[in-house]
């Protein structure tokens, strides 16, 4: 496989606090399962600063940023059983991705990490 795009990205954890403060934030940059996963989670807020930093990661790798569609609340950052991170694509963000990839056969590798303050997230897209 090529590499299509790396991307990472760096986020303050006080900085996601604060912007979740305002309960119309958190639906339009989560997903229902995002937001159940880290209300139940002991550092909520690290939680939600992990997958905004994914979401922007992405975004780099892609090429495009978050515009011309792309909507956070349709890049759903996710765990599998024994803990990995992944990234699911949904609705027009799913579509648009796959029409700038030119195939709907892609990996996309996600890695995660923070501490007290700081959280994040590296991307890499491959075809």
């Known amino acids: 496989m090529k ?3 790396i991307g990472t990205d760096i986020v303050k954890v006080s900085r996601v606090k604060k912007t979740l403060q305002k309960k119309t934030v958190i639906n339009r940059l ?3 399962n995002e937001i159940l996963k880290c209300n139940r989670t002991q550092k909520t807020n690290n939680c939600y600063a992990k997958r905004f930093a994914a979401k922007e990661a992405f975004a780099k790798a892609l090429g495009t940023g978050i515009s011309k569609g792309i909507n956070f609340n349709e890049i759903i950052i996710l765990n599998e059983k024994n803990g990995k991170p992944f990234i699911k694509l949904i609705a027009n ?3 648009i991705v796959e029409k700038k990839l030119k195939k709907k056969k892609y990996k996309i590798s996600l890695s995660l990490t923070d501490e007290e303050s700081y959280a994040v997230a590296f991307v890499t897209i491959s075809l």
Do not use: P, R, S
Request: no cysteine; hydrophobic share 35%.
């Open 93 to 95: 963000t799913k579509k």
């Open 30 to 32: 989560f997903n229902k």
């Open 3 to 5: 590499i299509f795009g």
